[in-house]
């Protein structure tokens, strides 16, 4: 079993939908919890991150996590076709600033 | 800043043909990382250095060879390349965390080995 589990899509939504990416985890010790966003033929970048359970907003987004269930989520409101890249979801893990990547989901936001 | 640059972008090697990959970043970052990316399987670490002169693998090291003589630059060397070593791959630097410190991405090198 891989430490981080995703959903690799693709997703196709209409433009201002709301989007809900997920990743499911098995080390109950990770604390940090990462998003990167991938667009094509580019390198990630970080888009937000939260620290133990809880929610995290910025702006259109929103970082859940819930700890018990080793269940990490995130929200896109009012989607836009800009939104339309790969997200990978991150636990730090252990020492060193590691993470674990999930394989990523693709999205495509058609207008 | 240019922050973290890779060179070359792309490249094709013949199986058993050796390269080195140069990442460099102008960040001052003490940590720096070498990803290798491949469809499905998300970012994976082949080796990641936390300081000038030192190294140390991660999760899929073999065939792969790395060095850190200087502090703005990790180098990623293939002795003897592989199909298997067709990927992706993507260098990462960060600061040295106190919590938790962002870790800033290349742009990525396409290596077809054939």
């Known amino acids: 079993q891989k430490e981080v589990e995703q959903d690799p899509g693709p997703l196709s939504v209409p433009e201002g939908a709301i989007v809900s990416l997920n990743c499911t985890y098995s080390n109950s010790a990770f604390q940090y919890f990462m998003w990167y966003r991938q667009y094509s033929r580019k390198g990630p970048e970080l888009l937000m991150y939260t620290y133990s359970s809880g929610n995290k907003e910025d702006g259109r987004f929103t970082a859940q996590v819930d700890k018990s269930s080793k269940y990490i989520s995130l929200f896109i409101r009012d989607s836009q076709p800009s939104d339309s890249a790969t997200y990978l979801c991150a636990p730090l893990s252990g020492g060193y600033n590691k993470l674990i990547f999930g394989a990523g989901t693709r999205l495509a936001v058609h207008p | 800043n240019a922050g973290v640059t890779q060179t070359p972008k792309f490249r094709v090697l013949k199986t058993g043909q050796s390269m080195t990959l140069l990442c460099a970043q102008d960040?001052?970052?003490?940590?720096m990382y070498w990803y290798r990316q491949d469809p499905g399987m998300g970012l994976r670490l082949i080796h990641y250095?936390?300081?000038?002169?030192?190294?140390a693998k991660g999760e899929v090291p073999d065939g792969y060879n790395v060095s850190r003589l200087k502090k703005q630059n990790f180098l990623l060397g293939l002795e003897s390349a592989a199909p298997s070593q067709t990927s992706v791959y993507f260098c990462?630097?960060?600061?040295?965390?106190?919590?938790?410190?962002?870790?800033?991405f290349g742009p990525g090198t396409r290596l077809t080995v054939l």
């Open positions: 990462a630097s960060s600061r040295d965390p106190s919590s938790y410190n962002e870790q800033f």
């Open positions: 250095s936390v300081g000038e002169g030192t190294t």
């Open positions: 960040m001052n970052h003490e940590y």
